[in-house]
């Protein structure tokens, strides 16, 4: 399967743990997206990368988040001192470079749940 | 700043009927819309993308068409199947710096068989 993949798919932690997701996406597509979705809404932009370049953060993205994608190829979104509002479906997509198109293929998402 | 609805948030239809989901946006200078579908507890399966310069697109029993003058685009679903429900999200994509989607909230659609 060459879709974009997403690790883990659950994870509970408490609140105050720090928590860490990865997403590889499909080969060759040098956009990557993370988005956050909550129960019954539709997903929310939360950060962009060009290759390794974390070109956009939007405002939901509180410095207690980081993204990174080294190499250009992974990436990590990881939550430092995690809070009950941080439980959502965390979902990753990524798109191949401007000229080739851009619609953007989404990973299966990994659900957070902080007790 | 862009902002995407769709109305209703959930509808019901008996099989073999057709489906039309509706999508509204307040930005014009939408540079391309996205159609996906998203069952119970999963991620995000596209459907179709429309760029600005197409009025519709097609893909088997699917139709999405495209009216930026309106800000409105609309999704048939033909014939429809019990394996057709699911949520159906529209986005809306800005094309500079990366295309970043807005999505509406969705429509949650049961086909009954």
Redesign the interface.
Known sequence: DTG?S?NPRHKITKRGQNVTFRCDPISEHN?L?W?RQTL??????LT?F?NEAQ??KSRLLSDRFSAERPKGSFSTLEIQRTEQGDSAMY?C?S?PP?RQG????????T?LTVL | KQE?T?IPAALSVPEGENLVLNCSFTDSAI??L?W?RQDP??????LL?I?SSQREQTSGRLNASLDKSSGRSTLYIAASQPGDSATY?C?G?R?A??????????TRVLVKP
Do not use: M
Request: charged content about 10%; glycine content about 22%.
């Open positions: 974009v997403q956009r997206y988005y019954g809404q539709g997903p929310e932009f962009y060009q070109l956009e979902l997509a798109s401007f851009h619609e953007q293929f989404f990973g299966p998402g659900r | 995407v769709q540079y391309n996205q996906f507890g999963k991620g995000l399966t596209s993308l760029q999200l986005a994509g094309g710096a990366g295309n970043k989607l807005t999505f509406g909230g969705g």
